[in-house]
């Protein structure tokens, strides 16, 4: 759309800041996503924990007349929790402001969850509350704040993010409900009837094949829909357990590592020769407050069939759409190509945002690239600005706004189409939060609460640039299908590189009307799973010996493929690093794998998987992987996202079985610790501080049933014994120590 003719529109603004979020300038809704915080570290980052009814809500034009705010006061308040921190902990009605609002003919929305607060209705509150102004001072977002609900009996119960209700809560966190609720009813959750509801849409049934008559693969209980056509679910934690839960647990546990660092200035982390190096971050310190005409010319980004340089003004008639899948949805589009403003190249960040264009265009050709001007703002120009620190944003947009929790923001500009709740998106500015640390380095950051990875955020924000989980879709992070706007992880195993299925198919479905589907043959596997955000998968033990049976649970097999594809394998390993290859220990016999003849493009698949544990691996700790392959064993199109490996490790201990000694002295044993060439033995006594050897030859057997008799032996003293295993390959390993009464 030219310049000239967007002067016809009046445009109006919201502001949306996010973990990974994006800081929206826009007419009606905008979408936020945050760290997955745990629920302790959302009671004790917030200054004030409170229950409050909405008296009223209130709009106001900032200092400076180029923002607005949205005051929310709250009567009947009861007062939770309050640190030295909080300016209102003695007030009688308790006032929380929020960027955003309409005032004047200046529309601002910073988050969703100003559209939650409805007059009369209570919530329990977890805010920053220290004299700072902040987007959003509600703590993690969607994540600290719940309505307080009451049944026809008098109990109350709360409803978290997306109407899923709190049924239980421990040391590990809080517990939710699967479906959103309707009401309580006598005590019990009424779930609430969704005719968009599609959880299993796009779920593949088809149970995978064996290689062999061994092992089994089982549909994960988290996914077997009930027969029960009237659920309900049992009485939920109540309001006065919860508040106990909050004051007993959540506030006294200890945080090892805090994220969150409300003065803080983070760092860029990799490790280099074995050490950490570090740098500061990076921003431009200039801006420009203006409007100027958006580049005439941009760099492409994909490597395929793509014809080269597009101008971001082609012609096109806007259509609002709305496609959804469960929770997850969008009904927001925009002009393409849709060209970035890169970082100058000698930025570490700037491969990370090259990497995640390139993946999307992988899918869909929608993005190009061009030089920064060294300047930021509302400008209609899509740029990728770095870490602004709060007195960068000060200058930019001309008020006092903190970052608070969010780790990025995305600032986009729109325009209202036929339906208001799905604009037409003109500009989208992603910037970084300084207040953390950052890295590119994906084992730096697994499991890592001191840095943040940057490319799943990045991959999160490009999605909201063409319309993703935005407009009438909200951010709840609560969504049942893997996806990559899920709020920040650093315990799953997730480096960033590709997108699942949910993203594939409504790319696709958003843009086929102005580039073609790219023809990509992308399966992946993930050792996670969505169940109101995402799970580790899991074993059933953490504890192994050579040729025991083992359970991975609620592996994800998707296939991101607009077609289907052939003979899809899946093959699982044993591996000393998380790097899983072919060479690592494969679980089960001969080639052990399962398959699918087909896999429908654009589903996934949960299942849980037995095999057993191989018998030619020495004891240790290992992770176990996960690899799929196509057409038998071949590699797909993309494969960053072919292997994987669990976020916990297990341990292979091995004991030796039958073990016996009788009163002559004479030592049974049966070998299970894999290929021999035969066993030593060596034995201590109670005073003794070393073991010695007591066979003077090593010790063979025909079969793996082995004997030795120990002469020396006094009867009725203690001795240890320790059995030696000498390999096959010459390598040796000692097992436990036995205790015997000779």
């Given at each position: 759309?030219?310049?000239?003719?967007?002067?016809?529109?009046?445009?109006?603004?919201?502001?949306?800041?996010?973990?990974?979020?994006?800081?929206?300038?826009?007419?009606?809704?905008?979408?936020?996503?945050?760290?997955?915080l745990?629920?302790?570290?959302?009671?004790?980052?917030?200054?004030?924990?409170?229950?409050?009814?909405?008296?009223?809500?209130?709009?106001?034009?900032?200092?400076?007349k180029?923002?607005?705010f949205?005051d929310?006061?709250?009567?009947?308040?009861?007062?939770?929790?309050?640190?030295?921190?909080?300016?209102?902990r003695?007030?009688?009605?308790?006032?929380?402001?929020?960027?955003?609002?309409r005032?004047d003919?200046?529309?601002?929305?910073?988050s969703?969850?100003?559209?939650?607060?409805?007059?009369?209705?209570?919530?329990?509150?977890?805010?920053?509350?220290?004299?700072?102004?902040?987007?959003?001072?509600?703590?993690?977002?969607?994540q600290?704040?719940?309505?307080?609900?009451?049944?026809?009996?008098?109990?109350?119960?709360?409803?978290?993010?997306?109407?899923?209700?709190?049924?239980?809560a421990?040391?590990?966190?809080?517990?939710?409900?699967?479906?959103?609720?309707?009401?309580?009813?006598?005590?019990?959750?009424?779930?609430?009837?969704?005719?968009?509801?599609?959880i299993?849409q796009g779920?593949?049934?088809?149970?995978?094949?064996?290689?062999?008559?061994?092992?089994?693969?089982?549909?994960?209980?988290?996914?077997?829909?009930?027969?029960?056509?009237?659920?309900?679910?049992?009485?939920?934690?109540?309001?006065?357990?919860?508040?106990?839960y909050?004051?007993?647990?959540?506030?006294?546990?200890?945080?090892?590592?805090?994220?969150?660092?409300?003065?803080?200035q983070?760092?860029?982390?990799?490790?280099?020769?074995?050490?950490i190096?570090?740098?500061n971050l990076?921003?431009?310190?200039q801006?420009?407050?203006?409007?100027?005409?958006?580049?005439?010319?941009?760099t492409?980004l994909?490597?395929?069939?793509?014809?080269?340089?597009?101008?971001?003004?082609?012609?096109?008639?806007?259509?609002?759409?709305?496609?959804?899948?469960?929770d997850?949805?969008?009904?927001?589009?925009?002009?393409?190509q849709?060209t970035?403003?890169?970082?100058?190249?000698?930025?570490?960040?700037?491969?990370?945002?090259?990497?995640?264009?390139?993946t999307?265009?992988?899918?869909?050709?929608?993005y190009r690239?061009?030089?920064?001007?060294?300047?930021?703002?509302?400008?209609?120009?899509?740029?990728?600005?770095?870490?602004?620190?709060?007195?960068?944003?000060?200058?930019?947009?001309?008020?006092?706004?903190?970052?608070?929790?969010?780790?990025a923001?995305?600032?986009?500009?729109?325009?209202?189409?036929?339906?208001?709740?799905?604009?037409?998106?003109?500009?989208?500015?992603?910037?970084?939060?300084?207040?953390?640390?950052?890295?590119?380095?994906h084992?730096?950051?697994?499991?890592?609460?001191?840095?943040?990875?940057?490319?799943?955020?990045?991959?999160?924000?490009?999605?909201?640039?063409?319309?993703?989980?935005?407009?009438?879709y909200?951010?709840?992070?609560?969504?049942?299908?893997?996806?990559?706007?899920?709020?920040?992880?650093s315990?799953i195993?997730?480096d960033?590189?590709?997108?699942h299925?949910?993203?594939?198919?409504?790319?696709?479905?958003?843009?086929?009307?102005?580039?073609?589907?790219?023809?990509?043959?992308d399966?992946?596997?993930?050792?996670?799973?969505?169940?109101?955000?995402?799970?580790?998968?899991?074993?059933d033990?953490?504890?192994?010996?050579?040729g025991?049976?083992?359970?991975?649970?609620n592996?994800?097999?998707?296939?991101?493929?607009?077609?289907?594809?052939?003979?899809l394998?899946?093959r699982?390993?044993?591996s000393?690093d998380?790097?899983?290859?072919?060479?690592?220990?494969?679980?089960?016999?001969?080639?052990?794998?399962?398959?699918?003849s087909?896999?429908?493009?654009?589903?996934?698949?949960?299942?849980?998987?037995?095999?057993?544990?191989?018998?030619?691996?020495?004891?240790?700790?290992?992770?176990?992987?996960?690899?799929?392959?196509?057409?038998?064993?071949?590699?797909?199109?993309?494969?960053?996202n072919?292997?994987?490996?669990?976020?916990?490790?297990?341990t292979?201990?091995?004991?030796?079985?039958?073990?016996?000694i009788?009163?002559s002295?004479?030592?049974?044993?049966?070998?299970?610790?894999?290929?021999?060439?035969?066993?030593?033995?060596?034995?201590?006594?109670?005073?003794e501080?070393?073991?010695?050897?007591?066979?003077?030859?090593?010790?063979?057997s025909?079969?793996?049933?082995?004997?030795?008799?120990?002469?020396t032996?006094?009867?009725?003293?203690?001795?240890?014994?320790?059995?030696?295993?000498?390999?096959?390959?010459?390598?040796?390993e000692?097992?436990?120590?036995?205790?015997?009464?000779?």
């Open positions: 759309m030219k310049k000239n003719a967007l002067e016809k529109f009046i445009l109006v603004f919201f502001i949306l800041f996010t973990l990974t979020a994006c800081l929206f300038i826009s007419s009606r809704i905008t979408n936020a996503v945050h760290l997955n745990s629920f302790e570290e959302i009671a004790q980052i917030a200054d004030m924990i409170f229950i409050g009814s909405v008296q009223k809500q209130n709009t106001r034009l900032g200092d400076m180029k923002m607005v949205t929310i006061h709250f009567e009947d308040v009861v007062i939770i929790h309050a640190t030295n921190r909080s300016v209102q003695d007030s009688s009605i308790i006032t929380l402001s929020f960027a955003g609002g005032k003919g200046l529309s601002v929305k910073c969703d969850i100003l559209a939650k607060f409805e007059d009369k209705h209570r919530y329990l509150i977890f805010c920053f509350d220290d004299n700072k102004t902040y987007t959003n001072p509600i703590v993690g977002g969607f600290g704040v719940f309505e307080i609900l009451e049944d026809n009996t008098g109990s109350e119960f709360l409803l978290a993010a997306g109407r899923k209700a709190i049924i239980g421990d040391t590990k966190g809080i517990t939710l409900s699967k479906e959103q609720i309707a009401h309580m009813q006598e005590g019990g959750l009424i779930i609430k009837e969704n005719e968009n509801k599609t299993h779920f593949y049934l088809q149970t995978p094949a064996s290689s062999d008559s061994s092992g089994s693969a089982s549909l994960s209980s988290i996914y077997k829909i009930s027969s029960n056509e009237n659920s309900k679910y049992p009485k939920p934690l109540g309001l006065e357990g919860f508040i106990n909050i004051k007993n647990v959540a506030l006294k546990k200890t945080i090892k590592n805090e994220r969150f660092n409300r003065d803080g983070g760092v860029f982390m990799r490790i280099k020769g074995g050490k190096e570090v740098q990076e921003s431009y310190v801006f420009y407050p203006g409007l100027t005409a958006p580049h005439q010319s941009a492409n994909f490597h395929g069939s793509s014809s080269g340089i597009s101008d971001i003004n082609n012609s096109f008639s806007f259509t609002p759409k709305d496609d959804s899948l469960g997850l949805g969008v009904c927001c589009s925009r002009d393409l849709i970035f403003e890169q970082v100058p190249d000698d930025w570490w960040s700037y491969a990370v945002f090259n990497d995640a264009m390139w999307w265009n992988r899918f869909m050709d929608i690239k061009t030089e920064s001007d060294g300047t930021i703002g509302l400008n209609y120009n899509d740029e990728l600005a770095g870490w602004p620190d709060d007195d960068t944003l000060h200058e930019i947009y001309g008020e006092d706004i903190s970052w608070g929790t969010d780790a923001f995305c600032l986009m500009r729109t325009i209202e189409s036929g339906n208001p709740e799905c604009p037409e998106i003109l500009e989208s500015d992603i910037m970084f939060n300084p207040a953390y640390s950052w890295t590119d380095d084992d730096l950051a697994l499991g890592n609460s001191d840095v943040l990875l940057l490319a799943p955020i990045v991959m999160h924000e490009l999605g909201h640039s063409w319309g993703y989980q935005f407009g009438k909200e951010e709840t992070y609560d969504y049942d299908e893997l996806s990559v706007m899920h709020s920040y992880y315990g195993v997730e960033g590189q590709g997108i299925r949910a993203d594939a198919y409504l790319l696709r479905r958003n843009y086929n009307d102005q580039t073609s589907i790219l023809s990509i043959k399966i992946g596997v993930e050792s996670y799973y969505a169940d109101a955000g995402l799970v580790n998968s899991t074993t033990k953490s504890h192994y010996n050579w025991d049976s083992i359970t991975l649970k592996v994800t097999v998707e296939n991101m493929s607009y077609s289907s594809v052939s003979n394998r899946i699982f390993f044993l000393e998380r790097n899983i290859t072919n060479d690592d220990y494969q679980l089960g016999k001969n080639d052990k794998y399962w398959y699918w087909t896999f429908s493009g654009e589903n996934y698949s949960v299942y849980d998987y037995t095999t057993t544990v191989p018998s030619d691996i020495s004891a240790g700790t290992y992770y176990v992987g996960a690899m799929v392959t196509v057409d038998g064993d071949k590699e797909d199109d993309f494969t960053s072919n292997s994987t490996s669990f976020y916990n490790s297990i292979l201990k091995v004991e030796l079985s039958n073990v016996s009788d009163k002295g004479i030592i049974s044993w049966d070998n299970n610790t894999g290929d021999v060439a035969g066993y030593n033995i060596l034995r201590k006594t109670e005073d501080t070393e073991f010695k050897r007591i066979n003077d030859r090593i010790i063979h025909p079969n793996n049933s082995f004997t030795f008799r120990d002469k032996s006094t009867p009725g003293k203690t001795y240890t014994y320790q059995f030696q295993a000498v390999k096959t390959n010459g390598s040796t000692f097992y436990d120590h036995v205790f015997f009464n000779g």
